[in-house]
């Protein structure tokens, strides 16, 4: 079990700018979120997938956010033409079916200039 | 939108003292479960509630999930310098039956004085 990771760890971009972020759940977990953590905030749930099936997407989210798990495995988060506000922690987690408990990655910090 | 609120949001103790947390919702919950956030750390699990007027330890840590299932709270015995951090709670809305969607509060920074 070598855990969830996430990649990039850090990620500087100019506002306007399209940027990707990848997460590796742990391998026998069908589930995987995406949060969303700002400095003195609890995670912000973003959206889920249960094995390639995007479940919800959090109404938060603007149009500029895209996630995507295509083979049910790892995930991608595509923020377009990115802006100041998005600057925050992007966290992974991931879970079995049951239980729920989520397992989270050390997450990308995204700093927008 | 569902919130869930958490109180203190920072709480400073000398080691040796105890601490709680608090959780409320304004709607009956599924479960909640409890993480640890170390500084420049991730969210860790720590537990998940269930049962309505449910107790559980862990060594010095004592969980409840209230009999109406809408508040929870965490108790830390004699704190020690390791228990620095921040603690959430997380509500399980169980949407559509399919559970897994959390509801973070805003964490209680926890400091401890040696």
């Known amino acids: 079990d070598t855990g969830v990771s996430q990649n990039p760890r850090h990620k500087i971009t100019k506002r306007g700018q399209n940027v990707t972020f990848r997460c590796d759940p742990i391998s026998e977990h069908n589930r995987l979120y995406w949060y969303r953590q700002t400095l003195g905030q609890g995670p912000e749930f973003l959206t889920y997938?249960?094995?390639?099936?995007?479940?919800?997407k959090s109404r938060l989210l603007s149009d500029r956010f895209s996630a995507e798990r295509p083979k049910g495995s790892f995930s991608t988060l595509e923020i377009q033409r990115t802006e100041q506000g998005d600057s925050a922690m992007y966290l992974c987690?991931?879970?079995?079916?049951?239980?729920?408990?989520?397992?989270f990655g050390p997450g990308t910090r995204l700093t927008v200039t | 939108g569902q919130q869930v609120m958490q109180i203190p949001q920072y709480q400073h103790v000398q080691e040796g003292e105890d601490f709680t947390t608090y959780c409320n919702s304004s709607t009956t919950l599924s479960n909640i479960q409890w993480y640890k956030q170390r500084p420049g750390g991730h969210p860790v699990f720590l537990i998940q509630?269930?049962?309505?007027?449910e107790v559980k330890k862990q060594k010095r840590l004592t969980f409840q999930f209230g009999e109406a299932k809408k508040n929870s709270s965490l108790h830390i015995t004699a704190t020690q310098t390791t228990d620095v951090g921040t603690y959430f709670c997380a509500a399980d809305l169980m949407i559509y039956n399919q559970g897994g969607k959390l509801i973070f509060g805003q964490g209680t920074e926890l400091s401890v004085k040696p």
């Open positions: 997938f249960q094995n390639e099936a995007q479940l919800e």
């Open positions: 509630l269930v049962k309505s007027g």
């Open positions: 987690a991931s879970s079995r079916d049951l239980p729920y408990e989520q397992y």
